[in-house]
Each structure stands twice: as structure tokens, then as C-alpha cells.
């Protein structure tokens, strides 16, 4: 999508002179699934595919929203005096939550604005769509309100919006990574103590590859909050006789050393994935600073494993794409992304074996599943930010 495009399409539907334009990446967390809600590390990083905003200042209070992905709900219309969550409003309510989150936090708006929203992310596929959003709307009303809000606080708003607002119980992952993204480098968060530092990611030879399986996921309609319930109660159990505030505390052998106390093959199964996830997140760190590519690439299908055997979010969907992969030649590693139950799935792909991958890979696909699988190679790009007509 080009500036020229973007600015076309805003007036054919508020038919007033677009002001400014923003851009908002998605994301992918190359390890640690299902580790930032269990006090453990990720390791994600912001994509070139996202979500642009074209914004137009009013002289009322009136706000006006269009998403050219979900041309069917039209313009959505609300007042900046009336923020509440309304459930009509289907997509509208991150950019909105966002408004009445911040609103929280002491910031003010004095007048209304028409947003066009325009999004390249494929549609439910766990690329983090949502906040995507979230901190476009973060970025926009920080720039065109002159908000004194630094970037944490608007992360941090997101996932307000996603717990209290949307109702998700969702970690904070997703917006650290929309809103803190830097080019060609990765960042590695402790969301404990959400200490955090950049890892660059120098591939040489290969490229990350997405794998959206056109399968369609809503967090909401998931087991998401289960699993995290499901791991409450297993850090519940060890908490009798360890004094540890989160499952990303401990180690392998520690884990492994009181899981009697835990007492249930399904917890154990669901905390094992969470303590040995962290651990292989933080082994995912020298790993690319090593260029140690085969590593790290290993650590990825382990990854996949246990996402599959002892937290179960995968499905035939995932696993086909993650293990045809695995049998790629110049394939360093494979595994699913995001909360899991559809999405996408990522692979460590040579580039020279790009092509026939995506085409082997689609074809197994498309034989067991009955649908197209899509493909994207994904470079790892920059935060939120206003866009330029250059």
C-alpha cells in the first residue's frame, strides 16, 4: 500500500482532505509461546506488514472510523466524550479502548477526528492484528494531540485494552513487540521484571518465512484463557513448597524436582511447556549472536513439540505446516506462532530454497487440509510511525 492509495481511499469515504498518515507493524515472536502471561521471557520482533491509519482532524467532538478489511460494518461513529466498550462496534473498540484507556491515565482530547484504517496483516491469523491497532491508535492520538506519553505507557495501555476492555487475558508480548520493534533486530523481554534488550538478527543465507494457514482463530472463542487458568493453578501447587512467583522462575531440573507437588498429568504437561519454553527462549539469545543458526533452529522444533504435545494449542493445521516443513531441504526450523488453534506457523527457510519450499509445503498442505495455505517472507521492521508522501 503506497501513500498516494492510502490518501485516495480516505477521501472516497470521508470525502474531507486527509492531515497525516501512520503505519503500525504486526508481529512474530521467533521463541517463547505462551511464556509472557507465566512470568517468563519471549523473544519477539516487529514485522513490515501491518496496519496504516489515515487521519483528518474535526471541529466537533464527533470521531469517525472505516476499515477497508471489514468494508461491511461501514463508518462506525462515536463521541470522545463517550468511550465505553460497545459491543456493536466490533473492531472499533481497540482504537476506542485506546482512547478510553489513555483517558485513564490522565490524557484529554479536545476534538474528533475521521480515521481510515487500512491493514495488510492476513485477517485472524495471530500476527497480532489487534495490536497492531492498538498502538497505531497509540501513535496517532500521541502525535496529533501533542500527548506526553512515553512509548511504555502506550504499550502498556494496549494491553489494558485487551484485559480490561476486550475481556482477552492476554500477557503483554504482543504490544511490546508492535510498539518497541526495531529493524533487523529482535527484542528479548523478561515480562517479570520487563527488563528487555535488543538481538540482532542476522540470517546470512535465510529468511524467515510465514506460514498462514487460512485458518481463522478468535482468542476470545480459544482455550487461551484456560491454558492460562490451567497454569495458575499448577504455579499454585508448586508455590506450596517453593517460594517462586511465576512459573518463568524456574529451571528445567527445579521444575523436574517438584512437579510431585503439581499432582495432575495435564498441569504438569501445561507448566513443563511453560518453564522449559523460558529456558529455551533465553538458550535462543547466544544462539543468534553466535550466528549458531542450527541451534537456534533446533530450539524452534522443540518449541513446536511441546507446544503440541504438553500445552495442545497446535491442531492438524499447524502441525501439517510445521512438520512438511521440517522435511524441507534447507530448513533450519519450523513452529507455530501466536496463541495457536489456527494463525501461523514461521520456518527458518534458505533462500535459494524459498520457492520450492512454498511450493512443496502448499502442495502437502493443500492435499491433507482441503485449502490454500499462504506464504510471506517476513523482514523485521521498525515500530509505529508517521509515514511520509516521500
Not at 504499550?155 to 508480548?173: C, F, H, P, T, W
Not at 538458550?283 to 511441546?306: Q, T, V
Not at 504435545?309 to 501439517?320: A, H, I, N, P
Request: charged share 25%; hydrophobic share 35%.
Amino acid at each position: 500500500m503506497d501513500y498516494a492509495s492510502l490518501t485516495t481511499e480516505f477521501k472516497e469515504h470521508f470525502d474531507v482532505e486527509p492531515e497525516r498518515v501512520f503505519f503500525s507493524p504486526g508481529r512474530i515472536n521467533l521463541i517463547g509461546e505462551h511464556t509472557d502471561y507465566n512470568g517468563g521471557h519471549v523473544f519477539p520482533c516487529a514485522i513490515s506488514l501491518g496496519t496504516y491509519g489515515v487521519y483528518s482532524a474535526r471541529t466537533d467532538d464527533k470521531v469517525r472510523m472505516y476499515s477497508a478489511n471489514i468494508p461491511d460494518k461501514g463508518i462506525v461513529e462515536f463521541s470522545i466524550n463517550d468511550l465505553d466498550y460497545n459491543k456493536d462496534h466490533g473492531w472499533v473498540n481497540y482504537p476506542a479502548g485506546m482512547m478510553y484507556e489513555l483517558t485513564k491515565h490522565g490524557y484529554r482530547f479536545d476534538h474528533g477526528f475521521d480515521l481510515f484504517v487500512h491493514g495488510n496483516l492476513p485477517d485472524g491469523a495471530g500476527l497480532s492484528s489487534s495490536a497492531s491497532i492498538e498502538l497505531l491508535m497509540g501513535e496517532i492520538l500521541r502525535a496529533v494531540f501533542n500527548l506526553d506519553v512515553d512509548q511504555l505507557t502506550l504499550v502498556k495501555a494496549g494491553q489494558e485494552v485487551e484485559n480490561d476492555y476486550i475481556g482477552l487475558n492476554s500477557g503483554i508480548m504482543d504490544q511490546f513487540a508492535v510498539g518497541m520493534g526495531k529493524a533487523d533486530e529482535a527484542v528479548l523481554l523478561d515480562t517479570n521484571s520487563m527488563d528487555y534488550h535488543y538481538v540482532p538478527v542476522e540470517l546470512g543465507d535465510y529468511v524467515i518465512v510465514i506460514m498462514n494457514t487460512n485458518k481463522r482463530r478468535e482468542l476470545t472463542d480459544s482455550k487461551y484463557n484456560e491454558r492460562r487458568s490451567e497454569c495458575e493453578e499448577a504455579l499454585k501447587r508448586l508455590q506450596v513448597g517453593l517460594d517462586i512467583n511465576s512459573l518463568g522462575d524456574l529451571t528445567e531440573d527445579l521444575f523436574d524436582q517438584y512437579t510431585y507437588l503439581i499432582n495432575d498429568g495435564t498441569l504438569i504437561a501445561r507448566a513443563r511447556h511453560a518453564v522449559f519454553e523460558n529456558q529455551r527462549c533465553i538458550k535462543a539469545e547466544p544462539a543468534l549472536r553466535d550466528h549458531d543458526l542450527k541451534s537456534f533452529g533446533k530450539l524452534i522444533n522443540a518449541s513446536h513439540e511441546s507446544l503440541h504435545y504438553d500445552y495442545d494449542v497446535t491442531g492438524v493445521e499447524l502441525d501439517t505446516l510445521a512438520e512438511t516443513a521440517w522435511a524441507q531441504p534447507g530448513v533450519l526450523g519450523a513452529r507455530m506462532v501466536g496463541a495457536g488453534f489456527g494463525g501461523c506457523a514461521i520456518a527458518i527457510v534458505k533462500k535459494d530454497e524459498t520457492e520450492n519450499f512454498k511450493q512443496n509445503v502448499g502442495q502437502t498442505y493443500r492435499d491433507k487440509i482441503g485449502y490454500n495455505a499462504d506464504f510471506y517472507v517476513a523482514e523485521i521492521a521498525d515500530g509505529p510511525r508517521e509515514l511520509s508522501a516521500d
